[in-house]
């Protein structure tokens, strides 16, 4: 069974930088799209990041291109979602999410379509 668990949220100041974990467990994830999405108060769930864990290709959400960087190490089957210049409008609870279904060579981003979820975790940016 699939299990991931999230970590690294906590309460930063607008410009500054977290790095949020994703422990996964309970698969051979090599044929696995690995994803962050994040849900602010009353708006729906939206993608934020994805990266292929064979091959390690990644795509991004145009809102945090270029400031958040997804990667993972395959030693401690974990991925990463590095966030800088951060700012408030990515205050949100964050949640790791899995895949292993074949979609070709297209990234899914739509949260219906990934299986297995962590928990979530909060990251706040006050202004």
């Known amino acids: 069974q699939v299990q991931l668990v999230e970590s690294g949220g906590g309460l930063v100041q607008a410009g500054g930088s977290l790095r949020l974990s994703c422990a996964a467990s309970g698969r051979t994830f090599s044929s696995y799209v690995m994803a962050w999405f994040r849900q602010a108060p009353g708006k729906e769930r939206e993608f934020v990041a994805a990266l292929r864990w064979s091959g390690g290709s990644t795509t991004y959400a145009d809102s945090v291109k270029g400031r958040f960087t997804i990667s993972r190490e395959s030693a401690k089957n974990t991925v990463y979602l590095q966030m800088n210049s951060l700012k408030p409008e990515d205050t949100a609870v964050y949640y790791c999410?899995?895949?292993?279904?074949?979609?070709?060579?297209?990234?899914?981003?739509?949260?219906?379509?990934?299986?297995?979820w962590g928990q979530g975790t909060q990251v706040t940016v006050s202004s």
């Open positions: 999410a899995a895949d292993g279904r074949y979609r070709g060579s297209s990234f899914v981003l739509s949260s219906a379509e990934y299986r297995y």
